[in-house]
């Protein structure tokens, strides 16, 4: 079955520590997506990838950083520069980014700190 | 700048009809999508509309009016499995997602 594999589903932080959140997907998607979700605000974007080797920052990069050294992956690593790491993390790809493409995503990862 | 409102939560009753409602402002409109999200999992693509009108799939109908900047999920004979997050996205002039908080939507027996 195709579809996107987020790990861990729960993580804890340590002061001063970094942390990668994993995303695999096996649609063959060109686009992915890293979006935070906090309790009442809409998910917003902190990086995304059209291609292999190519990714841009999104609304709230800051803290954060991202590889795509493969189609099929695309690593979330979550820095100490970031304060308040504690969201709910999704991942997420389509085929492109044209207008009617939808979105599938991950199951999450929930980022505590300790 | 660009802004999606929708009711923070909403109940109703099972076998009930629900609107749930979305207004976006924007410059530019690449289409709007609806996506369901059950608590701490993922959200799944419900409809997407583009042209003004009503889209209908099964249970669930999508509207658009984009004079109004208006949309609507409306979901017909509620079932408890229906007690979920409803998130409203309008796509951007960059092609970009803009998403609501989302609307909680409680169904009652």
């Known amino acids: 079955d195709g579809g996107i594999t987020q790990s861990p589903k729960y993580l804890f932080r340590k002061e001063g520590q970094n942390v990668t959140l994993s995303c695999e997907q096996n649609?063959?998607?060109?686009?992915m997506y890293w979006y935070r979700q906090d309790p009442g605000q809409g998910l917003r974007l902190i990086y995304y990838?059209?291609?292999?080797?190519?990714?841009q920052k999104g609304d709230i990069a800051e803290g954060y950083s991202v590889s795509r050294e493969k189609k099929e992956s695309f690593p979330l690593t979550v820095t100490s520069a970031q304060k308040n790491p504690t969201a709910f993390y999704l991942c997420?790809?389509?085929?492109?980014?044209?207008?009617?493409?939808?979105?599938?995503f991950g199951s999450g990862t929930q980022l505590s700190v300790l | 700048g660009q802004n999606i409102d929708q009711p923070t939560e909403m109940t109703a009753t099972e076998g009930a009809i629900v609107q749930i409602n979305c207004t976006y402002q924007?410059?530019?409109?690449?289409?709007l999508f609806w996506y369901q999200q059950h608590a701490g999992e993922a959200p799944t693509f419900l409809s997407y509309?583009?042209l003004d009108g009503l889209e209908e799939k099964g249970r669930f109908s999508s509207f658009l009016s984009r004079s109004k900047g208006y949309s609507y999920l409306l979901l017909k004979e509620l079932q408890m499995k229906d007690s979920a997050s409803y998130l409203c996205?309008?796509?951007?002039?960059?092609?970009?997602?803009?998403w609501g908080a989302g609307t909680k939507l409680i169904i009652k027996p």
């Open positions: 997420a790809s389509s085929l492109g980014q044209g207008e009617a493409e939808k979105l599938f």
């Open positions: 649609l063959n998607h060109d686009a």
């Open positions: 990838s059209q291609i292999v080797n190519d990714f």
């Open positions: 924007t410059s530019g409109f690449n289409g």
């Open positions: 509309n583009v």
């Open positions: 996205a309008e796509k951007d002039s960059n092609y970009q997602l803009i």
